[in-house]
Structure formats: structure tokens, C-alpha cells
């Protein structure tokens, strides 16, 4: 059975979604659903639940959740400033651009400001990143770092990501169904694209369930999909179910509706349900450090689980190539010198970053392969697989 705490905090999500009043369970407390605004980034949702109570025992949660909330409203504004600038930025330059995430699915919200943001999402083609540079800079950015599937750029408090592509390369099922995700698109005006409205809500699922196994997903991210589906009724289902069986997604598909139903349009409290339930609430907006570092365990050998902690032992001491060029981003052009930059780099981990050597090696230690199997059996249980 869910708590008080789990059964109300959903009764407050669900009434500032669907702008009903909450009917709160009996013995509820609503100091233990405040610190949950940070972990979950959901201030405002809580106070427009909130909205709806006049009793002086709320106003001091009000005032608390005002302040966050006001911020919230702040950078929320400064973002999608941001966001259309860039983009008209990007349209002038005919630089092919798709916005993605958060700044599509705001919209669909009560209030936009509802939906917070921790970037501007927007995918770029990488062959045009060379005019795009410049760009980014005249509008007073400053790079900060090349991941795997994203350049990191950042101004003051806004922090962009502009994506290769969809997904992660190393999400390899995924990737392999998206690679860089272009086929989806489709221009809307002066080299902006969209996706049609059945592939947008596969990628919003797909993304969602790529937080989900690597390591958890907090509340708003199941808001996004409920939202989502609430505005677009005449969604073609038959297509979105051949995409996810593709994607061998359709399992927890089920199982993620079976959950928003629960919480949103008076569904069923299934076992599923529960489940699901707790694990949303207990993870935050971030999910959990050692269920990311369990995750990466399976990437590593997904068919070995025998070694997947072995393999995430030696991936985290000899750094793959692509992870090192993204470090010491000279390696693309001199590759030789890969295993001088291994030894450089534990050089500077041992004098100059001991602590998080410690941390690492205390982590490497306290995660046993038991505990990566039974995480293992845990998602396949949810209906997800590496």
C-alpha cells in the first residue's frame, strides 16, 4: 500500500493538473510534501495545487512555495526568451533546428510556468555546427564542454544543449532506432523542424524511459506525457505501439499508462501502479546515484551480468577513447597518445583530485555484482531490458 505522504502528494499533482480541488487523506502533512518541491522541481505545480485551499494551516506552505516558485518563474522566462532567440538566431543563419523537451511540452501545461526547465534542448545537424559556433558566442554564450550526443554551451543561469542527435549513442537500442533522429522531422518555417505529433510523443516516452533505467525519473517527467496525451486525444495509437514494440518498449509502455491512469483519471491502485509509484516519488527529478552507477553496469555487458561490474570497474580505470576525447579533445587528432593521457589522468586524479578518487573507489567497492543482477531482474520486472 502507498503511504499518506505518496497518496497525497498525488492527489496535489493530480488537482493542479486537472485544476480540480485535492481531496487529501486523512492524517496528511503537508511539511513532508514541501522539501519534495526541490527534490522533484515541482514548486509550482504544488502551489497551483494549493490555490485551491483558503485555511490559514496552508498559508505559510503557500508563502514557502511562492518563493521557489517565483525563481522557478524567473528562469522560466529568461529560458524560452532564450529559446526563440536562438532559434530566430539559427533561422536567419539557415542553420537546419529542431527545440526539443521542455520547450515544446510547457505549452501543453495549465500554466507554462508550471513545467520547469534544466536547459534548452535543441537539436542541430553536426555538420553545421562549424557556423554555429560563432553564433552562440555573439549571443553571449560560453562553451563549456562536448558530450557524447551534445554541445554544452551556458549564459549566466541558462544552460543550452545543443544535440547531435536524439538519444545517446550509447543508449545503443535506442540509438539504434533514432541515430540522429533527422528522418522524423519535418520544416515548419525558415529551417526550423517539428516532428509529427505521434513521433514527438514516442521520443517524449523513449526519453523518458532512458531516465527511467539509467538510474530513475522523477514526477514531471510522468506529468509530460499525461499532458501530452490529454491535449492530443486523436494521438494514432496503432502507430505508436508498432514503434515501441520496435523499441521492445511496449511492455513498460503499458505499464507507465497503467500508472498515469492511477494517478490522473481515477485508474486503478494495481500492484504495477504501486510500484511504479514509489519509485518515481523516491528518485527526484535526478533519479539515484547508485542505480546510475548499477545502470552503467548493465550498458557494459548486457548480455554477461556475470561481468557487468568487472567491465564498469575497467571502463572507469582505462576511459574509453570517445570519453577521453571529450577530456582532452587534442586525442581526435593525435589517438596514439591515448594510453600517456590514461596515465596523466590518474596522475592528476591521485594528486590533485583525492577525495573523488576516494569517493569512486569506496563507490567501486560497495557495489557488489548481486546488487547489479538484482537491478537487472528489478527493470525486467517493470518491463524494460539492456
Known sequence: MLSVLELGLIALVRSAMTGQKASLPEG??????????????????????????????????????????????????????????????????????????????????????MRSMADIDILIRKNQYHKIEPIMKQLGYTF??????????????????????????????????????WQLFHPTERSCYAMRDEDLFIYLFTHYTKHFRDGGIGIKHLTDLWVFRRAKPKLDEAYILQELKKLRLDEFYGNVMQTAAFWFDDG????????????????????KADAQRKAEALRNAPQDSKH?????????????????????????????????????????????????????????????????????????????RF
Open 28 to 113: 496528511f502533512s503537508m511539511a513532508a510534501v514541501v522539501p519534495m518541491a526541490k527534490k522533484h522541481q515541482i514548486a509550482p505545480i504544488l502551489l497551483q495545487a494549493l490555490s485551491h485551499f483558503d485555511s490559514p494551516e496552508f498559508a505559510a506552505y503557500k508563502l514557502k512555495l511562492m518563493q521557489s516558485s517565483a525563481l522557478s518563474l524567473s528562469i522560466s522566462e529568461t529560458q524560452m526568451a532564450e529559446a526563440k532567440a536562438l532559434c530566430e538566431a539559427f533561422s536567419e543563419a539557415g542553420i537546419d533546428h529542431a527545440p526539443l523537451k521542455g520547450v515544446l511540452i510547457k505549452q501543453y501545461y495549465p500554466v507554462e510556468s
Open 144 to 181: 563549456e564542454v562536448e558530450s557524447d550526443h551534445e554541445y554544452n554551451w551556458r549564459k549566466g543561469h541558462v544552460h543550452a544543449e545543443l544535440h547531435k542527435c536524439l538519444v545517446p549513442s550509447y543508449n545503443k537500442d535506442y540509438y539504434s532506432y533514432y541515430k540522429e533522429g
Open 268 to 287: 486503478p491502485q494495481s500492484e504495477m501502479a504501486e510500484r511504479m509509484t514509489r519509485e518515481i516519488i523516491s528518485c527526484g527529478a535526478y533519479g
Open 308 to 384: 557487468s561490474k568487472l567491465r564498469w570497474t575497467l571502463k572507469k580505470i582505462f576511459l574509453p577513447y570517445k570519453n577521453m576525447c571529450q577530456k582532452y579533445p587534442f586525442l581526435r587528432y593525435l589517438p596514439f597518445l591515448l594510453p600517456i593521457m590514461w596515465v596523466v589522468r590518474w596522475v592528476t586524479a591521485v594528486f590533485f583530485k583525492p577525495k573523488k578518487l576516494k569517493k569512486d573507489i569506496e563507490q567501486a567497492k560497495n557495489m557488489s555484482q548481486a546488487s547489479v543482477d538484482e537491478y537487472r531482474r528489478y527493470l525486467e520486472s517493470m518491463g524494460l
